[in-house]
């Protein structure tokens, strides 16, 4: 994923947070993959999240690491789904109900964003 978009998802996380914010997008992390019936040691960019706050079972402090990998996942699937966001994305003007989607796909559902204008 190239940089401006990569850092794009990033702000829009950390401008419009709510209960969730960025801890570093920076880290560099290695993980499995699986390809075909043998797996695959990549090494990419973690983007580490942190609960601000508690909200429902999920604790303050508690992180989440996703791999850039899996967010180039969620763009693939979410421009096959929606031709508007491949326009979007094409021209770096993703607003934030792509980037919750892209989180939430990316973190097989287990991270809603629940991103805000709103500063808090």
Sequence with gaps: MKDDKYFAIVG??????TWIDVL?????????????YNSKTITCRMLTLFA???????????SWDIP???????????KRSRPDFARRWK???????DVEFLISHASYNLINL?????LD
């Design 12 to 17: 829009i996380i950390h401008r419009c947070r």
């Design 24 to 36: 570093d997008c920076e880290r560099i992390g290695s993980m499995l993959v699986g390809v075909g």
């Design 52 to 62: 601000r706050r508690d909200r429902g079972f999920y604790k303050k402090g508690n």
């Design 68 to 78: 850039e990998f899996r967010l180039e996942r969620a763009v693939a699937a979410l």
């Design 91 to 97: 021209e770096n003007t993703i607003i934030k109900e």
């Design 114 to 118: 629940e991103l805000t204008d709103e």
